[in-house]
């Protein structure tokens, strides 16, 4: 069965790094795009970042760009998101989810499968 399990959250300061990775199972990792999805305390899903199958697209929600970037390793079956200049308000926990479709999407009932997620907390 499918299975996605996001590692590398953690505390940091404000302005500091973190690189969560999401390994995957259970599927043709290589045919899909992946995404990272993000919830704050008390706030809704918010959709982060998507990347095509082949890794070479890559798109992400305004507040994240410049910042974070996503990328995968097709061979390893793992995605990742490197988080820089980190600020409160990114403080979320990150899950990584499976599109269900074979296009670009930011749109949250289409990704089918989802991790249980890693928290990340930017605070000094």
């Known amino acids: 069965q499918v299975e996605l399990v996001e590692s590398g959250g953690g505390l940091v300061q404000p302005g500091g790094s973190l690189r969560l990775s999401c390994a995957a199972s259970?599927?043709?990792?290589?045919?899909?795009?992946m995404n990272w999805v993000r919830q704050a305390p008390g706030k809704g899903l918010e959709w982060v970042s998507a990347?095509?199958?082949?890794?070479?697209?890559?798109y992400y929600a305004d507040s994240m760009k410049g910042r974070f970037t996503i990328s995968r390793d097709n061979a390893k079956n793992t995605l990742y998101l490197q988080m820089n200049s980190l600020k409160p308000e990114d403080t979320a926990v990150y899950y990584c989810?499976?599109?269900?479709?074979?296009?670009?999407?930011?749109?949250?009932?289409?990704?089918?499968?989802w991790g249980k997620g890693t928290l990340v907390t930017v605070s000094s």
């Open positions: 989810a499976k599109a269900g479709v074979y296009y670009y999407t930011y749109t949250l009932n289409e990704m089918n499968y």
């Open positions: 259970g599927f043709t990792f290589s045919n899909f795009w």
């Open positions: 990347i095509n199958n082949g890794g070479g697209a890559t």
